[in-house]
């Protein structure tokens, strides 16, 4: 039997990460994105407005996003990422999976 993807429910899913986003406390967070991920948007937003603290570990949550994402055919942003989070997901490379450039917000 072919493996068919789902079909298309929401054109854009927003992903609110709230608070500190640290190894411990990951898990919460990307159950959030595989749940958002699972209803196959044509475009999943991750805002950051709310996240008080990014580790480089816990960042790894955005990369498995995005590359989960691009494998489905959904794009993937960042949006409202304070300048000190943009310049850690630059450093791990995300610049090159996402489908909008990492720029602060105006």
Known sequence: MPLTP???????TVVRLRGELTPRTAPRPGRKLASALARAPDIIEVDL???TC????????????A???????????????S????????ELGMQHLMD??????P
């Not at 990014?54 to 996003?65: I, Y």
């Not at 590359?67 to 990422?81: E, K, Q």
């Not at 300048?83 to 630059?90: A, D, I, N, V």
């Not at 909008?100 to 917000?105: I, R, S």
């Open 6 to 12: 789902p079909p298309r429910h929401r054109a854009r």
């Open 49 to 51: 407005t709310e996240a």
């Open 54 to 65: 990014l580790t480089p570990d816990a960042s790894g949550l955005q990369l498995a996003c």
């Open 67 to 81: 590359a989960t994402a691009r494998r489905l055919g959904t794009s993937s942003v960042i949006t409202h990422a």
């Open 83 to 90: 300048p000190r989070h943009l310049q850690m997901l630059r």
């Open 100 to 105: 909008e450039p990492l720029l602060p917000d």
